[in-house]
């Protein structure tokens, strides 16, 4: 069971972004974090985190061949 990263500092220290833009990279950039009710502290676990990171960098990787690299290759 993940237990809940809490808090907008350390959400962004988790995924390497500034804490004053976590509205702007929940809402634009689709970070898995919420807040109870709109309220209180940010809350994100830490697989989703992961999974929006890893979503994150194949977007900026460029496409080779007919498939992007997402695992390394066999033998390496």
């Given at each position: ?43 994100a676990l830490p697989e989703?985190?992961r999974r929006w990171m ?23």
């Amino acid at each position: 069971m993940d237990i809940c990263i809490k808090g907008a500092r350390a959400i962004c220290e988790a995924v390497g972004e500034n804490p004053k833009q976590i509205i702007r990279l929940v809402s634009e950039l689709g970070l898995p974090a919420w807040r109870r009710a709109g309220t209180g502290s940010w809350r994100a676990l830490p697989e989703d985190l992961r999974r929006w990171m890893l979503a994150q960098r194949n977007s900026h990787l460029p496409v080779q061949g007919s498939q992007a690299q997402t695992q390394p290759r066999a033998g390496r």
